[in-house]
């Protein structure tokens, strides 16, 4: 165990030196990680620490009779693991996932994996069997620690009850440290029962990973790597930034913006990056890649300095990287991640560090050396781009055309509320069509796509910002995964706004069983399914339970859904023939994004098919 | 090309499993792996042998090194190292086969650890070509019932050890 017991009085816990359990040491060091909420569901293993948190929350009970530390409880643990990723994603705070051993641990490998990949901070705490029952294909026994050793940043299985305090604060700076990502503590039963002195202080070594970190937090940006970075700059007539989800994950926004509207450099953000540039701002070319703007992505055609920001080229943005901005002749890239350095694409400069710290210090330098440059050509280029190259649809079919719902929406909500999704057609045509003014607004599952995330996470954004008007953009298919939330969301009275787009099938398959299976669409259509959505919400306890199916309706029942005091839901009975445009085919470059019927494109596309059907 | 990847790496439940998982997530064999602890109760040494590009081993080390549990990594095969195996070989023998091994062990420095009747058990340490090697013409003596090899261990020449190498990723560029 490192660091000394602190020798000042006023630093000792106040509770140091008091014998408690197991279960209430883990409890207590969750209250002094400010733990607000814990999402988990529980059973025989982990009987020991939900107790303590009834205890714990009853003797602490607040003035208003709120306890400090509730439970929200799912459905299913997947549920509260997306749950705990979502107040993550919207608060920039840790996520508290716990569940029992077994299944209740097993059920939370998909929302670990999908904070692994969005890096996300969660702390999950699994029951165990008994240690001396580990081994021995006990009930309720999965071995945890080589499952989720797989998936997560870090598993710590606890077998010396010694270790156990040091251990769960320890994973919270794990999970907040570097790149944030998912820490799993797995406890066996008996280690929760034992009783021993808590000592209010102590951290496990972790000799490499604080040497690597403490690296990469003392690597300052030099008076040397400044000059070269603005060199490439005065050297660039088209500088464009391409911000990924580090941007928002770092807490790094303001020092963007300020470092690209001090020289006026276009800001161009991937799908985890929506809100890093408010998306009105003339100079925003709002999301790149696959199904991004068309002008964003001309944009990364046509620039000469790319200054990639928390971003990694991945396969959705850089479906082709020898072919990813061609005619940028620098390529600069910042990034906490070592390994995410020419990891894709080799740059010719690069900074591994604090993302909002290092933007401060190379804005900085600018302002000290009087760095001046115009780019007023680029500038009318890229509106020229955003006028010409804008999203757009069948405005004139009778049919609901999703875009129109988002539409709808984003001019009641004007980017200031929080917008989760599934995963699809849906989710694209969110990330396209609304505005995002500010990070943290934008939940959704980019880098393992998990369909189902959408409803859990707008639960856990919702205990987040309590205030604050979350709306879950869900599609039938997505819904469907974990629509057993929706009783927690009535349950636990939050108020939050589920609208699912109907298009009767898994939409975003149909439209690749379109373009490489000749139309074939196996397993995707769910037009002779039963289910009856809006009594599915009636049932859970929804007091404003809506479909909508005539294009007239629209704005009135989009208003009177998004204005119910409560949670709501709607269900819009959408065009299913719509699509997602532009479209990027897997493995192509943007040279040869289509556009559809009703965005304009640059170029004639040299095949109306995006692609050869293998890649994924 | 091939690769000595030399790791410290702590001795946490589940250490080896993540990092040998690794290799295999991201698509690549394991030639040769020894793991034995070090003077250091709480660490132990990792050697392995891999094949990749010189680019592609590279990521895979920093991808290696983002693991909480290494503590220090380093491609030996970047520098000067020696590399060593160590080979217990066990031979069934015809008449005369037993004169054919001494001669064999003599000329390779092998240890016989047992001489039996019909058998005979043979040690030698030495570099990857000369195991090999004595392998190879071991199995032309008799018929070979057993083959256990260590992997390949190694150290880094002169002063250098592997926890001074401080980082080896260029944290600017």
């Known amino acids: 165990m490192s660091k000394e017991a602190p020798a000042d009085r006023e630093d000792r816990h106040p509770l140091a030196g008091t014998r408690m359990s197991g279960a209430d040491i883990v409890i207590q060091i969750l209250a002094d990680e400010n733990v607000h909420t814990i999402f988990g569901y529980s059973g025989g293993a982990i009987l020991p620490t939900f107790d303590a948190v009834f205890r714990y929350n009853d003797k602490h009970r607040r003035a208003d009779g709120k306890s400090p530390i509730p439970l929200i409880v799912p459905a299913n643990e997947q549920g509260a693991g997306f749950m705990a990723a979502g107040y993550a994603r919207a608060s920039g705070k840790v996520g508290v996932l716990m569940v029992t051993s077994g299944p209740g641990a097993t059920n939370t490998v998909t929302p670990i994996r999908d904070c692994m990949a969005d890096s996300v901070p969660i702390v999950v705490i699994c029951g165990q069997v008994p240690v001396h029952a580990i081994g021995t294909d006990a009930f309720q026994e999965a071995p945890v620690a080589a499952i989720m050793g797989a998936v997560a940043k870090h598993i710590f299985l606890i077998t010396d009850p010694t270790r156990l305090e040091a251990t769960v604060r320890t994973a919270f700076e794990l999970a907040r440290t570097g790149r944030p990502g998912p820490v799993v503590i797995d406890i066996p039963k008996d280690i929760q029962n034992w009783e021993g002195e808590f000592a209010g202080f102590g951290s496990l070594p972790l000799p490499g990973y604080r040497h690597r970190l403490q690296a990469v937090v003392e690597n300052h940006l030099t008076d040397d790597a400044c000059e070269r970075f603005y060199t490439m700059l005065a050297e660039s007539e088209r500088p464009l930034i391409y911000a990924g989800g580090g941007v928002i994950n770092g807490n790094a926004t303001k020092a963007m913006r300020h470092f690209a509207s001090a020289y006026g450099i276009p800001v161009a953000t991937t799908l985890m990056a929506l809100g890093a540039s408010d998306t009105k701002h003339p100079l925003s070319l709002h999301m790149l890649g696959m199904h991004g703007m068309a002008f964003a992505n001309y944009a990364v055609e046509d620039c000469d300095l790319l200054i990639a920001i928390g971003a990694r080229f991945d396969d959705r943005v850089a479906g082709d990287p020898a072919r990813f901005a061609p005619n940028a002749k620098n390529i600069a890239q910042f990034d906490i991640d070592v390994a995410e350095i020419g990891k894709v694409k080799s740059v010719n400069w690069h900074h591994v560090g604090i993302l909002k710290r290092d933007l401060d210090d190379l804005l900085a330098y600018g302002q000290r050396i009087k760095f001046e440059k115009e780019f007023s050509v680029w500038h009318k280029e890229i509106a020229g ?90 599609g039938d298919g997505s819904i469907r995964m974990n629509i057993g939330e929706l009783e927690t969301a009535t349950t636990y009275g939050l108020p939050i706004k589920v609208i699912v787009l109907n298009n009767f099938g898994d939409g975003m398959v149909r439209q690749w069983q379109k373009l490489y299976y000749k139309g074939r669409m196996s397993g995707s259509d769910k037009s002779l399914r039963r289910k009856d959505f809006v009594k599915t919400a009636e049932a859970d306890g929804f007091k404003y339970a809506v479909k909508l199916d005539r294009k007239e309706d629209l704005p009135g029942v989009i208003r009177e859904f998004i204005e119910f005091s409560g949670p709501a839901f709607l269900e819009v009975i959408i065009d299913p023939d719509a699509g997602v445009y532009p479209m990027v085919g897997p493995g192509l470059s943007y040279a040869k994004m289509i556009t559809g019927d009703f965005i304009v494109s640059r170029d004639q596309p040299a095949d109306d098919k995006p692609g050869p059907g293998e890649m994924f | 090309m091939r690769h000595v990847i030399s790791v410290l790496l702590q001795n946490e439940v589940g250490a080896l499993t993540r990092m040998t998982g690794l290799f295999s997530t991201r698509g690549y064999n394991i030639d040769s792996l020894n793991v034995a602890p070090t003077d250091d109760s709480t660490v132990s040494r990792v050697t392995l042998v891999i094949r990749g590009s010189d680019s592609a081993i590279a990521q895979l080390n920093t991808q290696l090194a983002k693991l909480v549990d290494v503590v220090n990594i380093h491609d030996m095969t970047l520098g000067d190292h020696f590399e060593r195996e ?51 013409e071991a199995g032309q003596i008799g018929k070979i019932a057993a083959v256990a090899r260590s992997g390949s261990v190694t150290v880094s020449k002169g002063e250098v050890t592997l926890s001074s190498y401080v980082r080896h990723h260029r944290l600017t560029g």
């Open chain 2, 86 to 136: 160590l080979a217990i070989l066990k031979l069934k023998l015809a008449t005369g086969g037993h004169a054919r091994v001494l001669a064999l062990a003599k000329k390779y420095d092998a240890e016989i650890l047992d001489d039996a009747q019909n058998s005979c058990t043979v040690q030698l340490t030495g570099r990857l070509a000369e195991i090999d090697a004595f392998v190879e």
């Open chain 1, 385 to 474: 781009l955003k006028e010409k190259h804008c999203l757009n649809y069948d405005r004139e079919s009778d049919r609901i055309q999703p875009y129109a719902v988002i539409e709808e929406i984003n001019r009641l909500t004007d980017g200031k509320a929080i917008i989760s999704t599934g995963v699809g057609q849906h989710q694209m045509w969110a990330a396209q069509y609304f505005d995002f003014r500010e990070p943290r607004l934008w939940l959704t599952s980019g880098s393992m796509g998990t369909m189902g995330f959408g409803l859990p996470a707008a639960i856990g954004a919702q205990v987040a910002n309590p205030d604050r008007l979350v709306i879950d953009i869900d």
